[in-house]
């Protein structure tokens, strides 16, 4: 289902720009 797809691209998006931030905000 495409819903679920965007979800889970939206999903890793948020991670990875967590991530970033974290790993750039120390």
């Known amino acids: 289902m495409r819903a679920y797809l965007v979800a889970i691209f939206l999903s890793a ?13 120390t």
């Open 13 to 25: 998006v948020f991670l990875y720009y967590v991530l970033h931030c974290i790993l750039w905000g």
